[in-house]
């Protein structure tokens, strides 16, 4: 195939081609399809798509001087393919994460038998930055902690997949799955011929009836809410589209008031009560009374009311310590503490400083490693080991040594490459998987997920903040 | 609804109604100073005076007005100009996406982003001319999307509200910016060409040329006001403006005809009342000018007890 003869297989999997350079056989209609497009009709296409995207506003705002200037996200129209025997496992072993994840932040919060029982060191749990003691022994709706989850998977050289993240706080990213997906089918419609897709529509329902879910006790029909920072948060987009495609009402701190132990909306008919909030706040700023006193954003007096039970809260608050970096090298251990089952997908082989032999035997292979802050996540204070420099390297064993705690190591994954638009020809780029695991009656996976691609030629690292762009990613229904 | 997303909208559709009026405007100011060039040129330099007035703009040296229209048109950092009402108008929208259909956000989007792009560009008349027809269309293709893809709630009502008072002033203020515009001073010796000229520019600055024409048979100063201020039949007099701006009002409030509620519905109820029993000869006898100076005042009180009642 023309399009494909100067294609160069990395280090790692390849998603479309195999190592004897053949097209995998679910790709191969899609490739063949590549192949045939004219490179004029190519370069209107990407045209229209970014069109697409600018004219309904899937942007985020960059503010030079004092006008807003809107960038599109990076993204590339090449789809990645997920068959159906592939996702069947990964959707079991998300539901059981999930769920384990789940009871594991229960535990924490109330009887604490996992730390009892010596599974996990206690000082790892209350070193946790995210480990919120004042939430011990107050009770959730159904005992839910995690309603909306997005988990980070990777796969090595062999083609397995393996979670790299957990993502408990306030994950984002759904809506580039929803209008990447928008955006293919009307960019690229007969790319979809002969393929059957798993549908993805759906999500905001869905939601939707998580948040129904977990205020049901307080009405039979719940007021629901979409806490957002506001129209400066890069993610606000996404925010105003889910609170849209629900059809909740978008609030930012200012539009709510505590009154009588209850959380009430400003509205042009005096207060309204409000019985959910699916909140894009962290913790740490979502109350000035409880968290932080400088906070503008979070609402006077909202932890008390959701302490006492008058209102719902998605995600509920303290569910960062799950997915602090150092808990994860746990959570093997977590899922057959809690449900006696081994897990489904496998972690990321990972080192805790900790000790002095972990701490030697990091800091003697740093070179080799990738090192992670635990506390952190979108890319930001990581050091990837092969490709950083001596005084980057020196910094990362002080900062280390310091801090242990502070710190993770794991072998550096090559990660899974996929074609990806490059000028006119595709070349591979490396991606990852993040799919959208809800929690409410029962669990539910969107089907696929954003996939994030590096768009620079051998990068590493996908985070939108560094650079990446995303895919639409289909999961086949055969 | 949220009282900040009722202000938002209230103040998006008044944005979005000034951008048709200035994007109009500046069309009919274009091509009044170009007619009347044959007419008397002295007049022909004032027209851009006048206009810079109406926007809000500082008065400016009147021999250049190709500036004067780039700055009316295109300059962001102007607020009173077409741009900068876009700009005003989507910065409101981008804060509540979720009140809005997704086709009316696109819409504002779009020609908010087209004009921004032609803003930087080398300037070409003619494709000047084209965007601000663009803008007039996208503006009338948004309060058409308004009216039929929006449930008729509170959020359809504050975007009306918005839309039919800023109508009102526009209406009011052109009209009193044409009774005394300075040209007919300074084309006496023309005059016989001048007043029917002026007076269809005044009619075409309000959209109004057309619906004129069916409705009368001659140009004369008397009808023109009559049917400007008071014709309840037409759209954009100040008369039908304030009616659906009332109508509004007593729907937010729930309030029956001839009865009321807000301090905000006994102002419009009376503007209302006022206008539907005046005549225009009374009008022209007191005084036009001093008429239009009180009716404004008025318009503007109106807008304060909005304010006031729904969204501080």
């Not at chain 1, 979409?226 to 400066?232: A, E, I, K, N, R």
């Not at chain 2, 504002?108 to 663009?134: D, F, I, K, Q, W």
Request: glycine residues 6%; proline residues 4%; aromatic residues 8%.
């Amino acid at each position: 195939m023309q399009l494909l003869q100067n294609y160069s297989l990395g280090p790692g999997y390849d998603e479309m081609v195999d190592a004897e350079h053949a097209v995998r056989p679910h790709y191969r209609a899609l490739a063949e399809r590549l192949a045939t497009l004219p490179v004029e009709v190519r370069a209107q296409r990407q045209r229209a798509a970014e069109l697409f995207f600018l004219n309904r506003g899937t942007t985020f705002t960059v503010y030079k001087e004092e006008a807003g200037i809107d960038r599109i996200f990076p993204f590339d129209t090449v789809p990645r393919m997920v068959p159906a025997d592939e996702w069947e496992t990964l959707e079991a072993g998300l539901k059981q994460r999930i769920y384990a994840l789940n009871l594991f932040l229960y535990d924490l919060y109330h009887d604490q038998k996992i730390l009892k029982d010596g599974v996990i060191p206690v000082e790892l749990i209350y070193g946790a930055r995210h480990f919120r003691r004042e939430w011990i022994q107050v009770p959730v709706p159904h005992d839910i902690y995690v309603h909306v989850c997005g988990t980070d998977l990777i796969r090595d050289r062999d083609g397995v997949y393996y979670v790299l993240e957990d993502n408990l706080r306030c994950p984002s990213g759904v809506s580039y799955v929803l209008e990447n997906r928008l955006m293919m089918q009307q960019v690229y419609p007969e790319q979809f011929t002969g393929y059957d897709v798993r549908l993805v529509r759906d999500y905001c329902l869905a939601l939707r009836d998580v948040l129904h879910h977990i205020a049901a006790h307080l009405s039979d029909e719940p007021t629901a809410v979409l806490l957002s920072p506001g129209v400066y948060n890069s993610a606000y987009f996404e925010h105003a589209y889910l609170a849209k495609q629900m059809g909740i009402e978008l609030v930012e701190g200012r539009d709510l008031v505590v009154e009588d132990n209850a959380v009430m909306m400003r509205t042009t008919r005096g207060l309204k009560r409000v019985d959910v909030i699916y909140r894009r706040i962290d913790d740490d700023f979502i109350d000035p009374l409880v968290f932080r006193p400088d906070s503008m954003l979070g609402v006077t007096g909202l932890v008390n009311v959701y302490r006492s039970g008058n209102v719902a809260f998605a995600n509920s608050l303290g569910t960062g310590v799950a997915d602090d970096k150092a808990v994860y090298a746990f959570t093997p251990q977590v899922i057959r503490y809690y449900l006696s089952e081994d897990p489904i997908l496998p972690i990321v082989e990972t080192y805790l400083p900790l000790d002095e032999r972990t701490l030697d035997h990091v800091l003697t292979n740093m070179e080799r490693l990738v090192v992670k802050r635990v506390d952190e996540a979108g890319g930001y204070g990581m050091v990837m080991g092969p490709t950083a420099s001596k005084r980057e390297l020196d910094e990362a064993r002080r900062a280390v040594r310091a801090e242990p705690r502070s710190y993770i190591a794991q072998p550096v994954i090559s990660l899974s490459q996929h074609p990806t638009w490059i000028g006119d020809e595709l070349q591979g780029r490396h991606v990852d998987l993040r799919p959208y695991v809800l929690y409410g009656e029962d669990i539910w996976v969107l089907p696929g997920g954003l996939t994030r691609v590096a768009l620079r030629k051998g990068s590493l690292v996908v985070n939108s903040s560094q650079g990446g762009g995303s895919k639409d990613t289909w999961v086949l229904t055969c | 609804m949220l009282s900040r997303v009722a202000s938002a909208l209230f103040w998006l559709a008044r944005s979005v109604e000034r951008s048709d009026h200035a994007a109009r405007l500046l069309l009919v100011t274009h091509g009044y100073a170009q007619e009347l060039r044959g007419v008397s040129p002295a007049a022909a330099g004032l027209c851009w005076g006048v206009t810079s007035r109406l926007l809000g703009a500082e008065p400016v040296e009147a021999s250049d007005g190709r500036s004067v229209f780039r700055r009316l048109a295109y300059d962001g950092t102007f607020p009173g100009s077409v741009l900068g009402n876009l700009r005003a108008a989507r910065e409101n929208a981008r804060g509540v996406r979720d009140a809005l259909s997704s086709e009316m956000w696109e819409t504002l989007n779009v020609v908010y982003l087209r004009v921004l792009e032609e803003a930087g560009s080398p300037p070409s008349e003619a494709a000047e001319l084209s965007l601000l027809r663009r803008v007039q269309s996208s503006v009338h293709l948004l309060q058409g999307l308004r009216d039929h893809t929006l449930s008729q709630t509170d959020a359809w009502h504050f975007l009306r509200l918005g839309q039919f008072l800023e109508r009102a002033g526009c209406m009011t203020r052109t009209l009193a910016a044409s009774l005394a515009h300075p040209a007919l001073e300074a084309a006496p010796s023309a005059s016989h060409a001048m007043d029917p000229l002026h007076l269809a520019m005044t009619l075409r600055a309000a959209a109004a040329f057309e619906a004129y024409s069916q409705a009368e048979a001659a140009l004369s100063l008397e009808r023109v006001v009559h049917f400007l201020l008071l014709e309840h039949t037409f759209p954009r007099s100040v008369e039908h403006s304030l009616i659906e701006a009332d109508r509004c009002l007593r729907a937010l409030s729930g309030a029956p005809e001839s009865v009321f509620h807000t301090d905000a519905e006994q102002i419009c109820g009376r503007l209302v009342a006022d206008l539907r029993f005046a005549a225009v000869e009374e009008v022209l006898q007191a005084g036009v000018h001093e008429y239009l100076q009180r009716l404004l005042a008025r318009i503007w009180r109106l807008g304060e007890a909005i304010e006031h009642e729904y969204f501080s």
